[in-house]
């Protein structure tokens, strides 16, 4: 399915000229592509290149219409009220959800595994799916990335890719409150979550 829509992504970006989102786009699939082989992961590489492709499809869309979209949709989410409400406090994460819309409705996604990977690249949550980690991570570690501590956090996913994912979610999770953001429940308990499991497993 991915070779047939491709150019259909592309043209998503061209029209609303954010190439830059593109380029990055096919970054993350790259980086995605990199870490199934560097740990043999069995993943089906088709819901791979879909979702690092239609992950940031939500992005380019202005945050009214992207507020909008969040609203009329509110029960295709399968978040609690709770969650719901939170949600709607936190503008940094709408585009993901409003990614899971669009690759739906304009894209003719139909996979709910990969709908499930665009949702929670940004916030990440509890228990996420081998292919959703694997998107989360290569977002925030594509090779342009320049941050300052990028190099450091592709070094920890490179050695293990668990202990990865959760030192960036304990990272995301320190940079949120140090900026005085709200930090949504899902990205607090995905941390508490994983740091649980890692600690288990010691
Ligand atoms: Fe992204």
């Not at 990440?124 to 941050?147: A, F, H, Q, W």
């Not at 959760?166 to 740091?195: D, G, H, P, Q, W």
Request: charge should be negative; hydrophobic fraction near 35%.
């Amino acid at each position: 399915m991915y070779d047939d829509i491709k150019q259909d992504i592309y043209l998503h970006f061209v029209k609303y000229d954010n190439l830059k989102r593109y380029n990055h786009s096919i970054k993350v699939m790259e980086k995605a592509l990199e870490i199934v082989e560097q740990n043999n992961f069995c993943v089906d590489l088709e819901q791979i290149k879909l979702s690092a492709m239609l992950h940031d499809v939500g992005k380019v869309i202005p945050e009214c219409e992207q507020l909008k979209i969040i609203k009329e949709r509110k029960n295709e989410f399968g978040l609690s009220d709770s969650e719901y409400e939170e949600l709607l406090k936190c503008p940094n994460v709408w585009h993901s959800f409003v990614g899971g819309v669009i690759a739906k409705k304009k894209f003719g996604v139909t996979d709910e595994a990969v709908i499930d990977a665009i949702n929670y690249h940004t916030s990440g949550k509890p228990n996420m799916s081998l292919l959703c980690k694997i998107i989360y991570v290569s977002d925030v570690i594509e090779d342009s990335r320049t941050y300052k501590t990028a190099n450091v956090y592709r070094e920890y996913v490179k050695r293990d890719f668990d202990n990865g994912l959760y030192e960036i979610l304990k990272e995301i999770n320190r940079m949120l409150e140090e900026k005085n953001e709200m930090v949504f429940s899902l990205t607090k308990n995905a941390c508490l979550y994983y740091k649980e499991k890692k600690w288990k497993e010691s």
